[in-house]
Every structure is written in C-alpha cells, then in structure tokens.
C-alpha cells in the first residue's frame, strides 16, 4: 500500500469515528443510529432512487462532456465527486421538501450549528488552499476542491431546510 | 380523501398534531399528512393512533358511504 493509498484509508476511518461520534452527540437520545418513522422511511427511500439516478445521470453527462467539449481530466479526483455530490443532493433536497429529512430524536439545534461548523471549516480550508495556490496543480484541481464542495453541499442543505421551515411557517 | 373524523378525534381530546405524534411515536408531519389523506398509515400505525385516541378503527379509518359520495 503506497503512503496515500495508507492516508486515504485513514481519513475514512477517522472520519466515520467522527461521524459516529457527532451522530450520538447530535440526537437527544445519545444513539448514533437517527430514528424515521414509516413515512419518513418511505420518502427516504424514493429520495435514494432519485439520487441513484442522478448520479448514473451525472457520470453519463461526465463522459459526454468528456468526448465533446472538455477534458474532464483537468478536474483530478473531484471527477469522481462530483456525481456523487450532485446525487446527496438530490437525495437531501428530496428527503426535507417531504419531510423525510429530519429524524425523529435530531436536535435541530445542535445539527443546525454543527452544519454551520462544518460549512465553514471546508469552505474555510478550500479559501486556504486557493490563497495558497493549491487548489490547482499543472491546471488539474486538487483535493481542496472537494472541501468546496463539502461546504456548499452542507449550505445547500442549510437553505433547503430554512425554505422548508418558511413554507411550513406560511401552511400553519 | 381527508380524514376529518381523525382530526375531530384528536381534536376532542384537545390534543395538538405534535402531541399525538409524540404518544404514537412518528413525526407532526405524518399526523398531518394522514389528516390531510396525503399518506395511507400501515395497520401498526392506525392501531396506535386509535389506542391513543381511544376509538376503533372503524370510528377512524373505515370508510364510510356517505363520505365517498
């Protein structure tokens, strides 16, 4: 195993633990495990067909953008984020537009500042890399590209949910 | 079709969406969506909201021939 090969597989462990870890801190409940109710669940599931669709849509698109207009090379490991990103998307926007996104034991609070600490950090480590000329090498992006997108996936979500919040607001 | 007998029931009792939620165990929304007839509840569910509601599922889910003319 090369050395980033080793620091790849290390980052996903490390960052399940973390995930496990906020997950229990971010249900009132203490469980890592976030619990739906049977509609939920079947939204979710509608939610996870139309982000796997996506994302064979975007790679589809990938390699047509590739053949036709732009050497999607240049975009170095987000080539292969980038549909996955566009199908949780699609997967988060469906889940909160029919409340489906929210667990029954979240603490809409701690999650709301969690995602505000993680936008900003991600955001804040692309802005680093990019004042620092590493978010391209030889034209190619580079990994902090990926903290960029992180970041506005989470801000995405943020805006989805206060949309929600707001036409709730306006049905009550 | 909405489920006004549902919503009478829960009404009755002076219980709010949320609070029936939370005795049945699912979300405010579902309670809603059910309300409204947006979502058809498994049996287990319709169980519990008439063990909640102190009703038969006659009284809340059955239909009636009047309410489909």
Same mark, same amino acid.
């Given at each position: 195993?090369?050395?980033?090969?080793?620091?790849?597989? *290390?980052? /996903? =462990? =490390?960052?399940?633990?973390?995930?496990?870890? *906020?997950?229990?801190?971010?249900?009132?409940?203490?469980?890592?495990?976030?619990?739906?109710?049977?509609?939920?669940? +079947?939204?979710?599931?509608?939610?996870?067909?139309?982000?796997?669709?996506?994302?064979? *849509?975007?790679?589809?698109? &990938?390699?047509? @953008?590739? +053949?036709?207009?732009?050497?999607? *090379? #240049?975009?170095?490991?987000?080539?292969?984020? /980038?549909? /996955?990103?566009?199908? @949780?998307?699609?997967?988060?926007?469906?889940? /909160?537009?029919?409340?489906?996104?929210?667990?029954?034991?979240?603490? &809409?609070? #701690?999650?709301?500042?969690?995602? @505000? @600490?993680?936008?900003?950090?991600?955001?804040? =480590?692309?802005?680093? +890399?990019?004042?620092?000329? #590493?978010?391209?090498?030889?034209?190619?992006?580079?990994?902090?590209?990926?903290?960029?997108?992180?970041?506005?996936?989470?801000?995405?979500?943020?805006?989805?949910?206060?949309? #929600?919040?707001?036409?709730?607001?306006?049905?009550? | 079709?909405?489920?006004?007998?549902?919503?009478?029931?829960? !009404?009755?009792? %002076?219980?709010?969406? %949320?609070?029936?939620?939370?005795?049945?165990?699912?979300?405010?929304?579902?309670?809603? !969506?059910?309300?409204?007839? %947006?979502?058809?509840?498994?049996?287990?569910?319709?169980? !519990?909201?008439?063990?909640?509601?102190?009703?038969?599922? %006659?009284?809340?889910?059955?239909?009636?021939?009047?309410?489909?003319?």
């Amino acid at each position: 195993m090369t050395g980033t090969a080793a620091g790849l597989v *290390a980052g /996903i =462990v =490390v960052g399940l633990i973390v995930v496990f870890f *906020a997950l229990r801190k971010l249900n009132d409940d203490g469980k890592a495990k976030t619990k739906y109710d049977e509609r939920q669940k +079947a939204v979710r599931g509608m939610a996870y067909t139309y982000g796997f669709w996506t994302i064979l *849509a975007a790679n589809a698109a &990938m390699l047509v @953008i590739s +053949a036709t207009a732009f050497d999607v *090379a #240049k975009l170095g490991p987000c080539l292969y984020f /980038i549909p /996955i990103f566009a199908g @949780i998307v699609v997967q988060v926007s469906y889940s /909160i537009f029919n409340d489906g996104y929210v667990g029954l034991n979240t603490n &809409m609070k #701690k999650y709301t500042i969690f995602m @505000i @600490i993680v936008t900003v950090f991600n955001i804040g =480590v692309a802005l680093t +890399a990019f004042i620092n000329g #590493k978010m391209f090498t030889n034209g190619r992006l580079q990994g902090p590209f990926l903290n960029l997108l992180c970041g506005l996936l989470f801000f995405v979500v943020a805006v989805d949910l206060l949309i #929600k919040q707001a036409m709730d607001g306006k049905e009550a | 079709m909405k489920n006004l007998r549902l919503k009478a029931a829960r !009404a009755g009792l %002076d219980l709010s969406q %949320d609070e029936l939620a939370g005795l049945v165990g699912v979300s405010r929304q579902t309670i809603s !969506a059910i309300e409204k007839g %947006d979502y058809n509840p498994t049996i287990n569910l319709c169980i !519990a909201i008439c063990k909640a509601l102190g009703k038969t599922l %006659d009284e809340l889910f059955w239909e009636r021939a009047a309410e489909n003319i």
